[in-house]
C-alpha cells in the first residue's frame, strides 16, 4: 500500500487505471482494493481524487489557471467531473473556491 500511495502521490495528475496499479504492486485488482482500502479507509479512486483535489486547491488560490485548466492539470479529464468531485471534498464549487479562497489566504485566515 505504501508503494501505491506513493505511485498515486508522484502520478496523480496522469490517466491511472487501479488494475495497473495493482499489478505495479504485484496483487489482483480485487484483493488490491480491498487491502488498500482496509490500510486507508479510502478506496482508490476516492484517494486519488483526494489528492488531485488537494493540488487543485493550490492552483485555484495561485489564480493564474481558469477551473478547466485546472481541473486536466490535476488529472481529470472531464472538467464537470472535476466540479462534482471538488464539491464534495470541498463544500463549495471550483469557481467560488477561488474567489473565497485566495481572499483567505492573502487576508491570512483559515
Known sequence: ??????YLHENYSSAIDVGSLAGRIGLNR????????NATGLTVKEYLNRIRVDHAENLLVSGEFPVKDV???????????FCKVFRRFKGLPPSEFARTGAIRDRSGRV
Open 71 to 81: 481541473a486536466a492539470r490535476c488529472g481529470f479529464e472531464d472538467p464537470f467531473y
Open 30 to 37: 480485487s484483493y488490491f482494493g480491498t487491502v488498500f482500502r
Open 1 to 6: 500500500v505504501v508503494k501505491a500511495v506513493r
